[in-house]
């Protein structure tokens, strides 16, 4: 297993954790050890990332979807 981190930038240059919601609990947090879906909200920002870490083992898929409005 690894750790999923959610990241956004206001600038393509500087990154920092953002707060992601599982839907299956609702319980806010900016990492992860768990699979699931998870809801980012990303108003104001310029770009979303999720990173892996190193010792990420396994399959990962990540999917988006923007809702606007």
């Given at each position: 297993?690894g750790t999923v981190?959610?990241?956004?930038?206001?600038?393509?240059?500087?990154?920092?954790?953002?707060?992601?919601?599982?839907?299956?609990?609702?319980?806010?947090?900016?990492?992860?050890?768990?699979?699931?879906?998870?809801?980012?909200?990303?108003?104001?920002?310029?770009?979303?990332?999720?990173?892996?870490?190193?010792?990420?083992?396994?399959?990962v898929s990540v999917?988006?979807?923007?809702?606007?409005?």
């Amino acid at each position: 297993g690894g750790t999923v981190t959610f990241e956004g930038t206001l600038n393509d240059s500087d990154w920092d954790s953002v707060q992601a919601e599982p839907l299956a609990t609702g319980t806010l947090a900016a990492t992860t050890t768990s699979s699931g879906l998870f809801r980012v909200d990303a108003s104001g920002l310029l770009k979303v990332r999720v990173r892996f870490s190193t010792d990420t083992s396994g399959t990962v898929s990540v999917m988006t979807t923007w809702v606007i409005g």
